[in-house]
């Protein structure tokens, strides 16, 4: 008897695609994505895990050249030359983690003993690229200038405290100290100013939170657009979509109206969450309101027109809860809604653009973290438009079909 | 008022509706009867424009329904089979959203809702919201949305499909004022009693042909049909039936423990009897049934129209 039960409770578990779906594929699909993000994937190629770094040279010397070329022996390292604008603004715009500048008096600064003239500029919304690259660059400027920075004090210590002392017997402690590797040393001597790049304002965003806020508010989103999308696949099973369509009404003027009502339910959930955070945690969301409003309409915009593509793919509820369950979480994984793409590899960074919410997220932080004008964000504003779009124009043609077929 | 020619629908190898053709005068109560699965539903969406036809052409009003399907859906309201409104909503509210949809001012529905509610018995209920109503009562909303836009010719799905006796013949008043007003009514149902009691016109159909069409007196001439005795029995075999007919010389058709005898039932009954009581034939209930839609139905396809 109960092998019986046993056998008949296994064969409706695998009859239900869902279940299998959620227990097998869904879990495997995040574990894969999880272990990228972690790096627990260690297979990676070195040009998957290459990190750009952009410089800048304006000293041009021997040493210099050398330093540059060391960072290029690197595989981590990609070197891109920019001018100083460039790069800042690269990085005011988070497009990359950090940016070396060699500044001119590097020969003075070794004679002298000075603070070496670099300085090491970084997104400090992506703290974990940004402290390893400095950790790179400080081990290599350590390995090519340290002996010389580190034996020019100890001369002039010499020359200062011990002024009896033999010239030859200087040269022999100088030559000894010359052996010694001054790479590791590096990691604990502050030799490089560091600098973070953030617009100059003076309300900018927790990171966290700002992390916090959007990734949660876009994958909730998500999830009530696809909960709007059964309310319709519901209006077909119950009959009102086929009254609707007995009436002089369009398919078009449903599909649009559907859409309208989506898009409202959209920003007033977005609004009501940073109003939230606002209240409960403090989130500047006046700074900028022309910035945030903007954006939120094309979130809301882009995620409704998602909605509206995945009801239009589906015949029946359960489809489409499965095929939305699996889209969603997939998007909220790859695009740094459940884990901030600051631990992601860069592989990973980049394929987050394919993700809604690597663009919402990355929209909010320009206007909470970075500090970016109005017209700064909209390239990312029109991408997030443009999807919007393309997704309602497929929707479209998808959407009569499936009437067609529901009429049948 | 409406006219259908040579008109066809198939989903896939299934043949739904076959090469028919009917006109329907206005004024009419027109009754598509026949079983589940007949073509009626479709029929009525390929009327109501929701459906394209394979072939055929249809006409309301002298106006070809593909050509002119927007002014068609004017002068047409629908009754769909199924419950089509919004649960969470009140009667109003539905009455106000369905009526807008069809075109109707918000002034010229405050006046024709309470007019509808009066009709349909539910103006003391029009604020509750639907899913607190029966399912007859929600019948009644139901028709009551295809009427906001003054239809003159209404469709209407299985209207009564799940409701008690008492919400049917409410919704059968209804159609007859509606009638009465001018309405022409095109009613679909697998009820013959239904048919009977409403329809000034009926099409029989079958595996989507119509097989006989006409008023009720006609339908009866068509079929020359004599009345029938029904005998149940829990033990009729192949052979004694068989037998039965041999010796009665009468048309019999035996399903499902009824056997079915098309006579004269007060020439034939006692012979009947005698004869069931000579061939073993137990006998647990004699019905003597006159000439109605069944019957005919019974005659024209050899089946009945529903399950007992």
Redesign the interface.
């Known amino acids: 008897m109960i092998t019986t039960i046993f056998k008949k409770d296994l064969k409706l578990f695998f009859s239900n695609k869902k279940n299998v779906v959620l227990t097998f594929l869904i879990p495997i699909l995040l574990i894969s994505l999880f272990a990228f993000a972690f790096g627990g994937i260690s297979n990676e190629s070195s040009e998957d895990k290459q990190v750009t770094l952009l410089y800048a040279d304006f000293d041009s010397s021997s040493t210099s050249k050398k330093i540059k070329a060391q960072l290029d022996t690197l595989s981590t390292i990609n070197l891109m030359k920019v001018t100083l604008e460039e790069g800042n603004n690269a990085l005011v715009k988070g497009k990359f983690s950090g940016f070396l500048i060699l500044n001119k008096g590097f020969k003075d600064s070794l004679l002298l003993s000075k603070k070496l003239p670099i300085t090491y500029k970084y997104d400090a919304s992506n703290p974990f690229e940004a402290k390893m690259l400095q950790s790179i660059i400080t081990g290599v400027v350590m390995n090519t200038v340290g002996s010389q920075l580190y034996m020019h004090k100890v001369e002039n210590y010499m020359n200062t405290k011990f002024k009896t002392m033999s010239n030859n017997l200087k040269q022999r402690i100088l030559a000894d100290i010359s052996q010694v590797s001054f790479k590791n040393m590096a990691s604990t001597t502050a030799i490089i100013e560091a600098i973070p790049v953030i617009k100059k304002s003076s309300n900018t965003g927790n990171l966290g939170l700002i992390q916090a806020v959007a990734g949660t508010a876009i994958m909730m989103l998500l999830f009530s657009i696809s909960g709007v999308g059964v309310g319709l696949l519901e209006e077909k099973e ?3 979509l ?8 369009k398919t078009t003027s449903i599909l649009y109206g559907k859409m309208l009502a989506t898009l409202f339910i959209s920003m007033l959930q977005l609004f009501t969450m940073f109003v939230f955070a606002w209240v409960a945690f403090d989130l500047p969301i006046f700074k900028d309101v022309i910035s945030l409003i903007l954006l939120t309409i094309a979130v809301a915009f882009s995620v409704s027109s998602f909605g509206v593509f995945l009801v239009s793919i589906s015949k029946t509820r359960q489809q489409l809860q499965n095929l939305s369950t699996i889209l969603i979480l997939l998007m909220s994984a790859i695009g740094g809604s459940m884990i901030p793409l600051f631990v992601m590899p860069s592989i990973m960074r980049k394929i987050a653009v394919i993700s809604l919410n690597y663009w919402g997220i990355q929209g909010y932080y320009d206007i909470f973290w970075r500090n970016l004008s109005t017209f700064e964000i909209l390239p990312r504003i029109g991408v997030l438009s443009l999807i919007g779009i393309v997704m309602l124009l497929i929707s479209i043609p998808l959407f009569k079909r499936n009437i067609v077929s529901l ?2 | 008022m409406i006219k259908v020619f040579n008109l066809e629908k198939h ?1 896939g190898s299934v043949t739904a509706v076959n090469k028919i053709s009917f006109s329907i005068q206005k004024g009419e109560i027109f009754g598509l009867l026949g079983p589940n699965g007949a073509g009626k539903s479709t029929i009525i ?1 390929i009327l ?4 394209k036809s394979d072939s055929g052409n249809v006409f309301i009003n002298g106006k070809e329904i593909n050509t002119n399907s ?1 002014e068609c ?2 002068i ?1 309201g ?1 009754v ?7 649960e969470d909503f009140s009667a109003y509210d539905n009455l106000m959203f ?1 009526g807008q ?3 109707v001012s918000k002034i010229s529905l405050k006046q024709k809702i309470p007019e509808l509610l009066h009709l349909i018995g539910l103006e003391d209920r029009k604020s509750d919201l639907l899913k607190t109503y029966s399912g007859g009562m929600k019948r009644r909303i139901n028709i009551a ?1 295809a009427l906001l836009h003054n239809p003159k010719i209404l469709f209407m799905d299985e209207p009564t499909t799940g409701v008690d006796p008492q919400s049917r013949n409410k919704i059968f008043d209804i159609i007859e004022t509606l009638n009465a007003k001018g309405m022409t009514v095109v009613y679909t149902t697998h009820y013959m009693e239904e048919v009977e009691r409403l329809c000034n016109n009926i099409a029989i159909i079958d595996k989507g042909e119509i097989i006989a069409q006409g008023t009720f007196d006609e339908l009866q001439t068509q079929c020359d049909l004599n009345e029938y005795i029904l005998l149940k029995t829990p033990n009729a075999t192949d052979l004694a039936i068989t037998m039965l007919q041999k010796t009665i010389q009468l048309p019999i058709i035996y399903e499902k423990s009824i056997i079915s005898v098309q006579c004269k039932p007060h020439i034939h009954l006692q012979s009947l009897l005698n004869n069931c009581k000579r061939l073993k034939i137990e006998i647990t209930d004699i019905q003597i049934q006159k000439t109605n839609l069944e019957t005919i139905f019974l005659h024209l396809t050899g089946k009945q129209l529903r399950d007992y």
Request: proline letters at 6%; zero cysteines.
């Open positions: 119950s009959g009102t086929s009254r609707l369509l007995y009436t002089p009404i009429t049948n | 989903f969406k109501s424009t929701l459906l927007d859906k004017k047409i629908v769909p089979q199924e419950i089509a409104l919004y369905w949809l069809n075109g949305a």
